[in-house]
């Protein structure tokens, strides 16, 4: 399975962005997808997940309300819609596969990760 997330770019603060996650070579429309990022200097962390089938989702507590995490399972899309940007949103954004068909929160829980995209936010 190859992932590639995109659909990050420059945007001001209050503005909008909806990320793209794309699987080839394998279908991951059975399993759990789940979105992370990595700013400057931290640590990766879970932003958003959702379960295979699209029934369960979970998001970290600084984007509740803000974001919004959906699939296409037959586009074999995920997508992270991400309103009210902040610039503590700013980061590299990554897609990846959970093993299982659950919204998995922690990064040893998946098993395929895409490159990510990046996203910025200007005050």
């Known amino acids: 399975v190859q992932l590639q997330a995109s659909g990050g770019g420059l945007v001001q603060a209050g503005g909008s962005l909806r990320l793209s996650c794309a699987s080839s070579g394998r279908t991951f429309s059975n399993n759990g997808v789940g979105w992370f990022r990595q700013a400057p200097g931290k640590e990766r962390e879970f932003v958003s997940s959702i379960s295979g089938n699209g029934g369960s989702t979970s998001y970290t507590d600084s984007v509740k309300g803000r974001f919004t995490i959906s699939r296409d399972r037959i586009k074999n899309m995920v997508y992270l819609q991400m309103n009210s940007l902040k610039p503590e949103d700013t980061a590299v954004y990554y897609c990846?596969?959970?093993?299982?068909?659950?919204?998995?929160?922690?990064?040893?829980?998946?098993?395929?990760w895409g490159k990510g995209t990046l996203v910025t936010v200007s005050s």
């Open positions: 990846a596969s959970a093993r299982s068909s659950s919204a998995q929160v922690m990064p040893s829980s998946y098993s395929y």
